[in-house]
């Protein structure tokens, strides 16, 4: 039996490693041939409700990659139907729902969310992980209460929030409705993932970065303040990300979490100097994938070295692998990341 690769939990816990311990964020799928082979027959619904085919998408990146943590293959809108929302994954497009929140009646008409009744495919793919396949921890995750609220009332993606923003403010009360109403399925779909074997769990707030600080502590940092509270009990990592949020990494800070994920916008020593005291995940810009190797390597030497200056560093890109990254850029990278960190952890001791 190969051993158990524990780095990723050891720095998510603040402990000094060998190496920095990397995973990639879309690593499952994206640009690997061996799944785009796969995502020409099936939807990516279709993956997510064949356990053994999810697992494969899964753990895919960790043998060709070799990086310290698979991430469950699923969408952040998965449990969403579950409460009673109509939603499709469109592809090109993303999730769109056809019957959009618009007012409290609407929100009252959300039912509860029992992640065996509902999800039960996840959970079984979980197993097959964390049972069977994998050496290394199954980062698990959810959507975060905005971002899924922006789907929910926008009716899919959007560029400005208009919707989303203008309901929060008029509508307090239908607002804050809201967010119970998705915190109570958050808790309940991540409880269910750490029972059925994740050993690490990531918050994407992915478009909370379009608020600005004080609207956040109002309509926001409550309930994620709940959210995390509960989920504390579940004694695993836990770790909040989103997109151009920069401006809020502190307010993160506060909360009773692990990890704060960084984007590319935020360096490490930026985010130390103003008072990020936690362990960080992050942030090489996915877009420097597609330059020159001496500029890659330029770049993630810069970040291991801020990230070593505390024990607590989670390499990760700033966002997602794209479809047109090499995966053998991916597997040269982690190499890097692995040898070069584990050089300086090693001049340092």
């Given at each position: ?5 524990d ?9 000094r ?8 964020m ?15 027959k099936y939807?990516l619904e279709?993956i ?6 999810c697992?494969y ?5 960790v043998e060709?990659y070799?990086v310290d943590?698979a991430?469950?293959?699923?969408d952040?809108?998965?449990p969403?139907?579950?409460i009673?929302v109509?939603?499709?994954i469109?592809?090109?497009v993303?999730?769109?729902i ?5 007012s ?8 509860e ?6 999800t039960p495919?996840?959970?079984e793919?979980?197993?097959?992980l964390?049972e069977?396949?994998?050496?290394v921890?199954?980062i698990c ?5 905005f971002t ?7 009716g899919g993606?959007?560029?400005n ?22 915190a ?9 993932q750490v029972?059925a074997?994740?050993?690490a ?8 970065g379009?608020?600005?600080?004080e609207?956040y502590?109002?309509?926001?940092k ?23 949020a ?10 009773p979490?692990?990890v704060v994920g960084l ?8 985010a ?16 420097l ?7 890659i390597?330029?770049?993630t ?8 200056e505390?024990?607590?560093h ?6 997602g ?7 053998e850029?991916?597997?040269?990278l ?16």
């Amino acid at each position: 039996m190969t051993t158990f690769n524990d780095t990723l939990l050891r720095a998510a816990r603040g402990e000094r490693t060998e190496h920095t311990p990397v995973w990639y964020m879309r690593q499952a799928g994206r640009s690997q041939p061996e799944y785009r082979a796969i995502k020409e027959k099936y939807s990516l619904e279709e993956i997510t409700l064949q356990p053994e085919l999810c697992a494969y998408v899964t753990r895919l990146p960790v043998e060709n990659y070799n990086v310290d943590a698979a991430i469950l293959y699923k969408d952040i809108v998965t449990p969403l139907p579950g409460i009673g929302v109509d939603v499709k994954i469109k592809a090109g497009v993303g999730p769109v729902i056809s019957n959009p929140i618009r007012s409290v009646a609407d929100i009252e008409k959300l039912g509860e969310f029992n992640a065996k009744e509902h999800t039960p495919y996840v959970l079984e793919t979980i197993k097959m992980l964390t049972e069977e396949q994998l050496n290394v921890p199954l980062i698990c995750f959810a959507g975060a209460p905005f971002t899924l609220a922006s789907y929910m009332i926008e009716g899919g993606p959007s560029r400005n929030y208009n919707k989303t923003k203008s309901f929060m403010v008029s509508e307090p009360q239908a607002w804050f409705a809201l967010m119970d109403k998705l915190a109570d399925m958050i808790i309940s779909d991540v409880s269910a993932q750490v029972e059925a074997g994740a050993k690490a769990i990531q918050i994407f707030d992915s478009w909370v970065g379009a608020l600005n600080v004080e609207d956040y502590r109002v309509f926001i940092k409550p309930i994620m303040t709940r959210i995390f509270a509960e989920l504390k009990k579940e004694n695993v990592p836990l770790i909040q990300f989103g997109v151009g949020a920069s401006h809020l990494a502190k307010e993160w800070n506060d909360l009773p979490i692990d990890v704060v994920g960084l984007d590319w916008r935020l360096p490490i020593k930026e985010a130390r100097a103003n008072g990020i005291t936690k362990p960080v995940q992050g942030n090489l810009d996915p877009s420097l994938l597609l330059a020159d190797w001496s500029i890659i390597e330029k770049r993630t030497k810069d970040i291991i070295d801020q990230g070593l200056e505390m024990p607590g560093h989670i390499f990760n890109l700033g966002h997602g692998v794209f479809p047109e990254v090499d995966p053998e850029v991916l597997k040269r990278l982690t190499a890097l990341i692995h040898d070069y960190s584990a050089q300086q952890i090693q001049a340092r001791s």
